[in-house]
């Protein structure tokens, strides 16, 4: 089973990028779809960007479509998640997940430790 750690969080001022990476242990980190989740303090858990397993799908929560870039290199079993245009309500944990499932809906059983972000005004 494949086993993620997420790194790139930081603290920023609003109006700045950063660049979360995801990276999958297990040379089958290609056969997952990969998402990013995000939970603030008191608020549940929300994704935030999800890809499929050969990068040619990609979907955004609407508070962050056009501001963000989910993309993955399955060579090198990472997957990215580029933010800019960071705003304070973008502060969170963040996290990846993977997505076993090879029908129906998603199956994300499979998690990171998380990376902080931090957007001050």
Do not use: H
């Not at 960007?49 to 979907?59: H, K, L, N, Y």
């Not at 290199?73 to 998640?81: A, K």
Request: aromatic share 8%; net charge positive; with cysteine.
């Amino acid at each position: 089973q494949v086993q993620l750690v997420e790194s790139g969080g930081g603290s920023v001022q609003a109006g700045g990028s950063l660049r979360l990476s995801c990276a999958g242990s297990a040379r089958t980190f290609r056969n997952y779809n990969i998402g990013w989740f995000r939970q603030a303090p008191g608020k549940e858990r929300e994704l935030v960007a999800r890809i499929s397993r050969g990068g040619g799908t990609v979907e955004y929560e609407d508070s962050v479509k056009g501001r963000s870039n989910i993309s993955r290199d399955n060579g090198r079993n990472l997957v990215f998640l580029q933010m800019n245009s960071l705003k304070p309500e973008d502060t969170a944990v963040y996290y990846c997940a993977a997505d076993s499932s090879l029908v129906g809906g998603p199956r994300w059983d499979t998690w990171g430790q998380g990376t902080q972000v931090t957007v001050s005004s």
